[in-house]
């Protein structure tokens, strides 16, 4: 008989489904339920387009819902082996006591830094295993049950020939606003720079407002026809994969907060076959070889790497490819592999 698992997690950029994917190709039976705010009007999209509306709440009460009503009778059935949640949200008090009696293994992987979502600890202490995406998370006194382990990325989704050439010299990617202000900060030195008049530069992303995304046109020139390019604002993960896979070079600027934070476009740009070059953050090496399988800049060498890298495509090349191999090595199947062994659910 098949080994079961459940995942409860939020909508986002289809990490929960690729997760639920990867135990699925490993083997185990798995039921996937996804939680967040609830479906909005043309008067509610309006204005959150506009404004940037606080959504904690609605996450919270979503979350404990999804939890009571469709998760917890599936427990108290049994033959469940581990419930799985992503990132979560505040326990209200009944589902609190049913998950603990239900005597099913409960496993915690963060989505954000305990900075930007404190609490995820609650649900950490409720966990046969906590696996953190910010290693600077993981609690002094560790116990044993908590590890570093950011998330990986969907090989079918990212992966090399999605691109039969590449179209774009310099990719630039992510959310901007203020818990990303140095991404805002790179993009400026490179449209400020000969770089945005040699080479074709392009940018996908948004503050994920309207008033947010008025200010990058007011204040960094950021448009459709700029000198960076601004190429989309949201596009489905798919699309994004292939507009990597046809950049020569993909920058990767991380979030502003956290301690040592790592998102999963660190492996999935190399694992596109892209070359990858990625702010100087000495964390990182824990993951990808520095200057073999992608390039680390600091701010004031970012606009020269770029150009070195442009002018040499061996360099450029062999980056590309050293980075794609080891990308292998972090796939959400490889990354389920450590959860299941570290819990003792491997084999």
């Known amino acids: 008989m098949k080994r079961k698992v459940l995942i409860i997690g939020p909508e986002t950029g289809g990490i929960p489904q690729s997760i639920h994917k990867a135990f699925g190709n490993l083997g185990w039976e798995t039921e996937l339920f996804i939680y967040g705010p609830p479906h909005m009007n043309f008067f509610q999209l309006a204005i959150n387009r506009i404004t940037d509306p606080h959504c904690d709440t609605a996450y919270y009460y979503s979350f404990n819902e999804i939890l009571r009503k469709r998760v917890v009778p599936l427990l108290k059935q049994g033959r469940i082996d581990i419930l799985l949640i992503l990132k979560g949200n505040i326990l209200d008090e009944d589902n609190k006591e049913i998950l603990l009696k239900s005597g099913v ?53 990212y992966h090399p020939g999605l691109c039969p050439c590449k179209n774009l010299d310099i990719l630039l990617i992510g959310t901007l606003g203020k818990r990303y202000t140095k991404r805002m900060q790179v993009i400026k030195r490179i449209s400020d720079s000969h770089l945005a008049q040699q080479w074709s530069c392009g940018f996908i992303g948004s503050t994920g407002t309207l008033s947010g995304n008025l200010l990058l046109y007011l204040r960094y020139g950021i448009t459709q ?123």
């Open 105 to 157: 293994p409960i496993v915690l992987w963060t989505l954000d830094s305990l900075h930007r979502a404190p609490y995820q600890k609650r649900l950490a202490d409720m966990s046969i295993g906590t696996f953190y995406v910010d290693g600077g998370d993981i609690p002094a006194e560790d116990d044993g049950n908590n590890r570093w382990l950011p998330l990986g990325y969907d090989r079918d989704v």
């Open 225 to 347: 026809a700029g000198t960076v390019r601004w190429l989309s604002r949201r596009i489905p993960a798919e699309k994004l994969a292939r507009a990597i896979a046809g950049a020569k070079i993909c920058l990767n600027v991380l979030q502003d907060d956290g301690i040592n934070p790592v998102n999963p476009m660190f492996f999935a740009i190399p694992g596109t076959g892209t070359c990858m070059v990625a702010e100087k953050k000495p964390h990182l090496r824990h993951w990808l070889i520095a200057g073999e399988e992608y390039v680390e800049f600091e701010d004031d060498d970012v606009v020269e790497i770029l150009d070195r890298l442009l002018s040499s495509d061996e360099e450029r090349e062999a980056i590309a490819y050293r980075g794609q191999v080891a990308s292998l090595n972090h796939t959400y199947e490889s990354r389920i592999q450590t959860i299941l062994k570290r819990i003792g659910h491997a084999g």
